[in-house]
């Protein structure tokens, strides 16, 4: 199994060329089962998730002609609506098939999801949203079984009791194909979601209210999308708070190429309250380092609010900073288990429900440490890129479902990281 080993400590400079967002593509990449015809993805990130999710296209019956950054799909070929347990299980994301399977071939099964550990992410919301537009819904061991009815799904109204981004993926994409018009109250607003109702508009279908949390949809009836252009994956926000992050807590200049600046506001914003300042272009953002790195609050909360995702790599910069930090986690149950990790690394944190407490300490000491899921693991390496001596982050797997090239360009700007086999 690979760990990664980090020697901290080190100053940092220099440029990161940001990767395609792996929650849009993973959206999009489903979206293509809309569609009878090849489609063309650009600017995809070359990590597991989106390997996984092509995959489960193949299986399904599609061909795909992938590389590091692109892929041709055609859904043309696909001859099974059932979503293995096998390959569902590796992640939760394969729970999007569910929408447009449904709406194209009024009929699916897909396996109950698995993925990372930080929380139960019940579907109930995804299955209450192709019920709403006409299907009925079993669960037949371990299975949703899904039926449209016989001329195909009906445009209705769909609200959400909570803000959903995999319950409103599902829902755009099940409301694509349907007859008549979908309206979704209370949709999310996370840029995966706008890139992704772009899409349906591109591929024929009509989405209006886009970037809002009320979104109308007109249904094709039953024809098939077509996408003629290339869809181009946006920048990762997640990936470049992560790289700002790394910056911060190294006191490193790092300029971040290829961004979409107004995905990671949030995130800007907290690192100038801890005293770090930027230049800001249009497609690239430099942070400077603070002098000395204040307190953060933080609370969780769905787009535009600060993401749960960028929680964990905050938490790791405050274990430097000069007073006490509160973090507040909104959103998902068992996401402080890098916090005991961070605490062998010296870091001072204390957990009471769903607030974490980090108190300051003068320095964090390299440790063997492991991580848990995708966005801990990244703590662990910025907290490691920050301690004294040498670090081994066990467990990169999670990290290597999400990051494209970590420490490739990590390497790039100076610092001292090594992939090895234990």
Known sequence: MDYLEIEGGHKLNGSVTISGAKNSALAIIAATILSNKKVKLTNLPNVVDIRTMLKLLEMLGAKVEHNDTEA?????????????????????????????????????????PGGCAIGQRPIDLHIKAVEALGAEVTLKEGYVVAKAPEDGLVGNKIIFDKITVGGTENALMAAAMANGVTEIVNAAKEPEITQLAQMINLGGAKVEGIGTGNLKIYGTGGVALN??????????????????????????????????????????????????????????????????????????????????????QFMAVATIADEESLIEERLFENRFMHVSELNRLGADIWLKGNVAAIRPVKELNGATVMATDLRASSALVIAALSANGVTKVKRIYHLDRGYDKLEEKLSKIGAKIVRKKE
């Open 72 to 112: 041709i799909i055609d859904c043309s070929t696909i001859n099974s609506t059932k979503a293995v347990y096998e390959i569902v299980a590796q992640m939760r994301a394969s729970i999007l098939v569910l929408g447009p399977l449904l709406s194209r071939f009024k009929e699916c099964s897909v396996s109950l």
């Open 227 to 312: 996408f003629n252009e290339p869809i181009e994956t946006i920048p990762d926000r997640i990936e470049a708070g992560t790289y700002l992050c790394v910056g911060a807590a190294t006191y490193s200049t790092l300029t971040l190429d290829k961004v979409n600046v107004e995905h990671i506001q949030t995130t800007i914003n907290k690192l100038e309250e801890m005293g770090c300042e930027f230049d800001i272009d249009k497609n690239s953002v430099t942070i400077k380092p603070a002098k000395k790195l204040k307190k953060v609050n933080i609370i969780t909360s769905e787009y535009p609010g600060f993401p749960t995702d960028m929680q964990a």
